[in-house]
Nanobody
Framework: QVQLVESGGGLVQPGGSLRLSCAVSGNIFRITFMGWYRQAPGKQRELVASITNGGTTNYADSVKGRFTISRDNAKNTVYLQMNSLKPEDTAVYYC?????????WGQGTQVTVSS
């Protein structure tokens, strides 16, 4: 059984920063893909950022230059550093991990950017 546990969400003012963490535990052989998605009310879930086990990163255009994804392979943990947050970044953020060809999801963490 694989579990993904996210933390770090909350309420922040525009221009502020948050750091999300996602720890993967359970029957893990090899994690290949790790990523962060988000879903705002009334919108489809979208990819925010991803990182391969080799360290190759990919970002949505809307977050380039503001968000940074990183991973600690020894801890099976992925992070999302979010700077210069905007109200349009408000959403539930989900962690995703690709293990053995299967994608696993975390429970989601709410990020609200508001003054």
């Amino acid at each position: 059984q694989v579990q993904l546990v996210e933390s770090g969400g909350g309420l922040v003012q525009p221009g502020g920063s948050l750091r999300l963490s996602c720890a993967v535990s359970g029957n893990i052989f090899r994690i290949t893909f790790m990523g962060w998605y988000r879903q705002a009310p009334g919108k489809q879930r979208e990819l925010v950022a991803s990182i391969t086990n080799g360290g190759t990163t990919n970002y949505a255009d809307s977050v380039k230059g503001r968000f940074t994804i990183s991973r600690d392979n020894a801890k099976n943990t992925v992070y999302l550093q979010m700077n210069s947050l905007k109200p349009e970044d408000t959403a539930v953020y989900y962690c995703n991990a690709g293990i053995g060809g299967i994608g696993y999801w975390g429970q989601g963490t709410q990020v609200t950017v508001s003054s």
